[in-house]
């Protein structure tokens, strides 16, 4: 296993990160399933572990804590607030009144006193990033975070909370975690060139495209991975995004195959070369899924493999943008577009 800086804050993680999403009912896994993933993954090496308070309504995080107890001190533990949480409408976004109480219920769920970053799930258009930061500073003086950071935020978000943070002397987001793969390149045009100038570690979520480039895709087969159970539109090779994203998958199959990789090496290699990202978030749901991908931790792909991936699918292009979840809301809203 592979060690990074976490951004500039002297933090070694593992260039593999364990994504704990599956755990709970979205991935039907078990108490007992998540205890044995997070088993084999801190054996493998990875010492980051990945969560979110929205994931399966808090039942993620309550595995993870109690996947982690007794060996707190071994593992990065990160966790993830502002998606929805309930009806309440207060009960979402980056408020300080929602963020102080809603980290105490992370931590009652992770049982722990303190996690290590603390992210910022989506950008709130509502909220102001003062507002934001100065609550996320006042909980790394308390002791309860140590770190914290930002996830799908678009380039322009992430500038203006650093500007803020400077402006108003606070504590900074030392981290993003944006949506990176093969498949889904747009953060190379803006985000990650952001990333690089103010030294924030990068977290890229999705590396295997929901199941795309895990080989649980291909041409002419029915479709396996878990995603197409409750996301069918994702896979829908109706639908032109998708059926662009099968022929882009059926080229790098080649691409793999002729480089003795698996799709998943392939996958995993492409994210962890870019010089600004950290590390990759891997998701499994099982045993199996953990140790296909754990055997691409190593892996580094030649400048000729690369150039063929380039080939494929173009730098800085999104073959499915409207999935990256960092769209501006006038974009979706044409009230916010019109006078």
Not at 120 to 138: C, F, G, K, N, Q
Not at 239 to 245: F, G
Not at 252 to 259: G, M, N, R, T, Y
Not at 284 to 311: C, E, G, K, W
């Amino acid at each position: 296993m592979q060690y990074r800086t976490l951004g500039r804050t002297g933090v070694q993680v593992s260039v593999l990160v364990l994504g704990a999403m599956n755990f709970g009912k979205i991935g039907r896994t078990t108490q007992d399933d998540a205890t044995a993933i997070v088993d084999a993954a801190l054996e493998a090496g990875i010492n980051l572990i990945d969560t979110a308070d929205v994931y399966s309504n808090g039942q993620s995080e309550e595995m993870v804590g109690k996947a982690i107890a007794g060996r707190r001190d071994d593992i990065v533990l990160a966790t993830k607030a502002n998606m929805p949480m309930g009806d309440d409408r207060n009960r979402r976004g980056s408020s300080r009144r929602w963020l102080v109480t809603e980290l105490d219920n992370s931590l009652r769920r992770l049982d722990v006193d303190h996690v290590d970053l603390y992210q910022i799930h989506r950008w709130d258009p509502t909220t102001s990033d003062e507002e934001t930061l100065s609550a996320l500073t006042d909980l790394q003086r308390a002791g309860k975070i140590r770190y914290f950071g930002s996830s799908t935020f678009p380039a322009y978000r992430l500038v203006q909370a650093q500007w803020a943070a400077r402006d108003s002397h606070l504590s900074r987001y030392v981290t993003e975690q944006p949506s990176y793969s093969i498949l889904q390149r747009g953060i190379e045009t803006h985000v990650l060139p952001v990333t690089e100038h103010y030294g924030l570690g990068v977290l890229v979520w999705s590396p295997l495209a929901s199941g795309w480039l895990s080989g649980a895709v291909r041409e002419g087969r029915a479709v396996t991975t878990n995603r197409s159970a409750f996301m069918p539109q994702r896979f829908d090779t109706a639908i032109a995004s998708n059926r662009a994203r099968l022929d882009a998958v059926e080229q790098l199959a080649k691409v793999a195959e002729q480089a003795g990789l698996t799709m998943i090496q392939l996958a995993l290699g492409f994210v962890t070369a870019h010089p600004a990202v950290t590390s990759a978030i891997i998701g499994p749901r099982t045993l199996d899924h953990l140790n296909s991908q754990v055997a691409a931790a190593d892996t580094v792909l030649s400048a000729d493999v690369l150039d063929a991936i380039d080939a494929i699918v173009a730098p800085g292009v999104d073959l499915a943008a409207h999935e990256k979840n960092d769209t501006p809301p006038a974009l979706l809203d044409p009230s916010l577009r019109r006078r």
